[in-house]
Structure formats: structure tokens, C-alpha cells
């Protein structure tokens, strides 16, 4: 998938890698630089190129699949990573590359990128909840056969608050992957069958819900689990110490490993400016009010209890930023809505899985316990906030 250039970056508007027709070949022919491309070493990619002339934005940009074999692609370098070295990043070189093009032209970006992408990012949420998941096995491992002080060290407050947690995050990451993913495979299915049957009124709405939950969660997914996994890595190697710090154990690896999960596919940061329309539309709330009304066992109804209460202290949250009417304070205090969001939405879930299997329980009042420390902290930051506290955190340029 060969998106990124060396002067574009995020901004894939601003892509100028040129696609022209050869009238006397009766072909594209790609010519431009792309850097950063995972696996840009293999024969066969998706390539987002400019094919109409004098345009500067998304709307000049199709999608092409070339075959490296044709020649006019070289391999100019391969990265030099601080992670994931066995996964290669190259920077291609495009000289007259003989590309067809993929669908219809104008819709590269518009389209089709957005669809890839968006598989991407739910790809790498599951990665990252593989991350944490060596990375929660190797500090429970390492603290149960670690002795200090005459005990093993996961008996010590400090450690074992430090492993509960990590396991709570993991927990709570994972069902959110799995809840995106149902999210994402309900709206397929429903597309193949509406390429072989139209669908009828029901199945056209239940499309359209699924689709919309798609697009919520897998940005809210993909730039929580990631976070999470560097949380994870972090504590595993502070786990282990000083033999963290060393390549004899897992943990160095899986420590550079996890870095890149929340750069790639988009940071953290534009998962953010992604996720803040489920925020300001109201479509995290309504689903947040979807799992609060589900049915639980009477033992778990405290939980639930905790969660009305920071649900509307989220509201409130979001209702004052919003009204704000200023769309940079909204940016300002983007992240710390959408993190508010998703901790909410990853508690009920764990809740919903503690009502089907008691193993999760414990998690979940673990992560409901983070939950109510960020949420309550978040709330309170915005409701210290102003428009004009936003001059206090510019940087000058000189």
C-alpha cells in the first residue's frame, strides 16, 4: 500500500507522486517517490498517484496496481528501524512505472485509501493487543521466578498493582477488538449480499448502523490499544529491571516493537482528529447508552452504577467544549473526550463480558477503577478550561 511521501507525510492530499497517460503505449506510467512503504520490497502494490493534471487536493488523486516485475520501481533504500526489523520499509522510486488503474479515477483518496486504511487500523488494534498481550506474559512470568528480599516479587504491592492493571488494559483492548471487528464483519456481510440481492428497508438499516459503528470504533480502537501496548512494554521492562534493559530477555524487543504501533496507519494524534465526529455527533453516547441498557446480574450492578455517573459527567464535558462553538478549543480537548469516550465504552464491555463469564470480573473493576481516575480527571481539566487558556500552551515561532 504505497501511500506516504517524503514531503506529504499524514497529509496524503498533498500527494504528488504523477500518474500520466501514455496515449502511444496505452498505459499509465507512474513517475514520483514514496518512503516508509511496509514490505515495498514485494512484487505487487497499491499505489496512490496524481492523475489529473493541475490539481493540488484529494479530488486529483486515483489508485494504480503495479507489478515491480514491469520494472520502473527501485528500491532506494531500506530503513533502518528502531522495531519490527523483520518487517522491511522501503523508500520506492517511480521512473515511467507501468501502473493500471484501479476503479474509478478522482476516488484514490476519497475512496478507496479510506477503505485500506481503515482495514489497516483495525489490523494493527489486533497487533497491538498481541504486543501486550508477550508483554503482560513476560513481566507475570519474570515477577513469579524473580526473588528479592526473600520473595518472589509479584508479592509486593508495588509489582503486583503494576501486573493487575497491565492484565485489566489487555483485557479491556481486546474486547474492544472484538467488538470492532463484529462492527466491521456485520457491515460487510451485508455489502457481498447487496452485491448479489437488493437489500430490503430492514437490512439497508441494519447496513447503514454497522457501517457507522465501522467508522466510530475502529479509530477509537486502534489509538487506545496501541497506547496501551507502550504502556504495556513500558511496564514489562520496568518489571524486569535491569535485565529488561538487556537483549538476553523478550521484553527489549517487544519494548522496541510496540513504538511503532501508534505512528503507523496514522498516530495516535489523527486517530484523535478521526474519532472527535463520534464525540461532537453523539454516536459514542448513544452506543454507550446502548450497552447501559442491557441486561446484568445483580452482583455486576454496581459497576454499572459507577458508569451512569461518569457517563454524564462525559456529557457534561462534552456539552461545554462543544458549545464553546471554537473549533480549535474543540481540537485542544479532542483527545482527552475521546480517551473519556472509550474508557466508558471499553468498561461496559468488560462488563457485559464479566455477565457471560465470571473470569472477567476482575478486570473489569480494575478498569472501571482507571475509568473513574481518567474520566473524572479529564472532566475537571475542561471544566477549568477557557478559550483563552489556549494562549498559554502556543509556541512562538521565530
Not at 15 to 23: F, I, S, Y
Not at 253 to 274: C, N
Request: aromatic share 10%; with cysteine; charged share 30%.
Amino acid at each position: 500500500m504505497d501511500l506516504t511521501e517524503p514531503d506529504a507525510g499524514s497529509d496524503l492530499q498533498a500527494v504528488q507522486l504523477k500518474a500520466a497517460w501514455d496515449e502511444k503505449k496505452g498505459i499509465w506510467l507512474l513517475n514520483g517517490v514514496k518512503r516508509f512503504i511496509t514490505n515495498g520490497d514485494g512484487d505487487i502494490a497499491l499505489v496512490l498517484a496524481r492523475s489529473e493534471a493541475g490539481t493540488k487536493d484529494g479530488r486529483g488523486l486515483s489508485m494504480f496496481i503495479y507489478d515491480k516485475r514491469s520494472g520502473g520501481v527501485t528500491v532506494r533504500r531500506i530503513e533502518h528501524k528502531m522495531g519490527i526489523i523483520g518487517s522491511p520499509t522501503c523508500e520506492l522510486v517511480f521512473k515511467d512505472a507501468p501502473g493500471e488503474i484501479v476503479g474509478d479515477r478522482k476516488l484514490g483518496l476519497i475512496k478507496y485509501v479510506m477503505a485500506l486504511m481503515n482495514g489497516a487500523r483495525l489490523g494493527i488494534h489486533a497487533q497491538s493487543v498481541g504486543v501486550s498481550e508477550s508483554a503482560y506474559r513476560e513481566a507475570l512470568s519474570y515477577a513469579k521466578e524473580r526473588v528479592q528480599f526473600g520473595k518472589a516479587i509479584i508479592r509486593f504491592p508495588a509489582v503486583y498493582e503494576m501486573i493487575t492493571t497491565m492484565k485489566a488494559k489487555l483485557d479491556a483492548s481486546r474486547t474492544l477488538l472484538y467488538e470492532t471487528a463484529r462492527f466491521v464483519d456485520m457491515y460487510k456481510t451485508y455489502a457481498h449480499i447487496s452485491d448479489e440481492r437488493a437489500l430490503d428497508k430492514d437490512e439497508k438499516a441494519e447496513m447503514k448502523k454497522y457501517q457507522r459503528l465501522s467508522d466510530l470504533f475502529t479509530p477509537l480502537g486502534k489509538g487506545i490499544a496501541s497506547e496501551f501496548c507502550n504502556q504495556l512494554a513500558y511496564d514489562a521492562v520496568q518489571i524486569h529491571g535491569g535485565s529488561g534493559f538487556m537483549k538476553d530477555y523478550p521484553v527489549e524487543r517487544i519494548y522496541r516493537d510496540a513504538r511503532i504501533t501508534s505512528i503507523y496507519e496514522g498516530t495516535t494524534q489523527l486517530q484523535v482528529v478521526a474519532a472527535i465526529r463520534g464525540v461532537t455527533t453523539g454516536g459514542y453516547l448513544a452506543q454507550i447508552r446502548e450497552y447501559e441498557s442491557q441486561k446484568i446480574t445483580p452482583e455486576l450492578e454496581f459497576m454499572r452504577r459507577t458508569l451512569i455517573i461518569l457517563t454524564d459527567d462525559y456529557e457534561q464535558a462534552v456539552t461545554r467544549v462543544v458549545e464553546s462553538n471554537d473549533n480549535e478549543f474543540i481540537d485542544f480537548h479532542a483527545r482527552r473526550l475521546v480517551e473519556m469516550a472509550g474508557f466508558i465504552l471499553m468498561s461496559y464491555l468488560l462488563v457485559v463480558d464479566s455477565n457471560r463469564d465470571a473470569s472477567f470480573t476482575k478486570s473489569a473493576k480494575v478498569f472501571i477503577k482507571l475509568t473513574k481516575s481518567l474520566v473524572k480527571g479529564h472532566a475537571e481539566f475542561i471544566r477549568g478550561s477557557v478559550v483563552e487558556d489556549l494562549a498559554a500552551y502556543k509556541i512562538e515561532m521565530e
